[in-house]
């Protein structure tokens, strides 16, 4: 176990040489604690410095930052050369993301985060499938909300709930809510009461003892970006105190312990997802194969709806791996889909992913598909877009069944002895129409 340079969250602050020392050894002058607080002066001459405590949060803070990117450094994965340069790119990433979900969020007025919340685009650590139209938003559980959406052209719509964001203290999964066991307008409206006392109809329960739950949506579009999207908006219906909004703008104390949040959320990022991804994986099965992974069993953000085949693929430029399925799951959703090997999603206008309603189907009622660097012409194939390790999952949501797809290493160069003659193929001009289809796909679903 690593050294950690973070200060106990219950520990009274009694020291600076710590972070003193620290601080001196990376060369950074950043602003130290000690008995006599440092600061500018106003006009009355008095010293002007933030409070002890807001100025260790962000101390340890930025030790974490550095801590981190260490424990990324000696990781396997950081022995491939082709996977420094992402590292660097992670590491701002998760800021990013931490920022988003911890010190962004106004109390007073939520709102459901798509573009800046996860998405396989800008923020894709923990493998976001682009099949999904994902929200987040992080509520008071003493309060009272109201939901409002419209289903569009998806499928299947999913509401999970957290007391916390990942890696609090006592963080724990309060709920799972699927929109087919609710009541929804044969417009495709809805309304879903959120948090205060438990009713019957539409109504999701909140933490009331956290002032931090976070509710992620999942939304299923079938063709990628092309489908109505629908609408979701939220609305705080209860009262809160006169003051309520200058605690969260105003309040030293607040803000140490967002950025508190915000530290214990990157490191679940990291140590949970990037590394610990691609360590579970590996631990229950080889290179090149899949295990299968139950619910939240891989992460507490995993879907409880879903089961999910997980695993790393290791394949040369030469190198392709032919996928089975001998019949079709019988989820009402299920996919492929290609990470790098810190378990960020690659690529979506590349073809990294393929869903049930997007593979070709073998006449003998199985799936092929193939994983490779190169276009093998199969319709079927995920392109790894030259990593030469990545991981790899398979998603089956609401499936009584839960098969997990095999896998056959071979030359590229075999591929055509190896599939079967009637799988389906495309000219290279069919794929460049996919590709484009693909990339108008990202355009509409993020208006951007």
């Excluded at 933490?207 to 705080?236: P, V």
């Amino acid at each position: 176990m690593k050294h950690t340079f973070r200060v106990p969250h219950a520990q009274k602050i009694k020291t600076a040489i710590f972070p003193l020392i620290f601080f001196i050894a990376l060369g950074v002058g950043m602003p130290v604690i000690s008995s006599e607080v440092e600061g500018d002066q106003d006009a009355t001459g008095a010293v002007v410095a933030a409070s002890p405590v807001l100025q260790q949060a962000w101390q340890n803070y930025y030790a974490t930052v550095e801590e981190l990117r260490k424990e990324m450094e000696d990781s396997a994965i950081f022995r491939q050369p082709q996977n420094r340069v992402k590292m660097y790119h992670i590491l701002m990433e998760m800021q990013a993301v931490v920022y988003n979900f911890t010190i962004a969020p106004r109390m007073s007025h939520p709102r459901i985060l798509s573009t800046t919340g996860w998405q396989t685009d800008f923020y894709a650590l923990g493998l976001p499938t682009p099949d999904f139209y994902y929200g987040v938003t992080v509520l008071d559980g003493r309060q009272t909300y109201k939901l409002r959406g419209r289903m569009g052209d998806i499928k299947l719509f999913l509401v999970q709930v957290q007391s916390h964001l990942q890696g609090s203290p006592g963080e724990k999964n309060i709920g799972n809510y699927d929109l087919d066991d609710m009541k929804v307008a044969k417009d495709g409206t809805f309304e879903i009461i959120v948090g205060g006392d438990k009713r019957s109809g539409n109504w999701i329960e909140l933490d009331r003892n956290s002032r931090d739950n976070l509710l992620l949506f999942r939304g299923m579009l079938a063709d990628y970006g092309h489908g109505d999207k629908g609408s979701l908006q939220i609305e705080r219906i209860s009262q809160v105190p006169d003051d309520y909004y200058d605690a969260e703008e105003f309040d030293e104390q607040e803000m140490a312990e967002r950025i508190r949040r915000a530290e214990d959320f990157m490191c679940y990022l990291i140590r949970t997802y990037t590394l610990g991804l691609y360590n579970n994986y590996l631990e229950r099965a080889p290179y090149n194969a899949m295990s299968l992974f139950q619910g939240t069993e891989s992460s507490s953000m995993s879907n409880p709806n879903s089961s999910y085949g997980m695993g790393v693929f290791s394949l040369e430029d030469d190198e392709a791996l032919v996928v089975r399925l001998k019949s079709p799951p019988d989820g009402v959703y299920w996919s492929f889909q290609l990470g790098d090997a810190y378990s960020r999603a690659l690529p979506i206008d590349r073809q990294t992913s393929l869903n049930n309603f997007q593979l070709k189907r073998d006449p003998d009622g199985g799936y092929h598909a193939v994983i490779s660097k190169r276009d093998p012409g199969v319709a079927n194939w995920l392109d790894t877009i030259g990593w030469k390790e990545g991981t790899m999952v398979f998603r089956n949501y609401r499936a009584k069944e839960k098969p997990v797809p095999e896998f056959t290493k071979v030359k590229f160069d075999e591929l055509p002895s190896v599939l079967p003659k009637t799988t389906a193929r495309v000219t290279p001009t069919q794929r460049k129409a996919a590709l484009e289809h693909r990339r108008l796909g990202l355009i509409r679903l993020y208006d951007e």
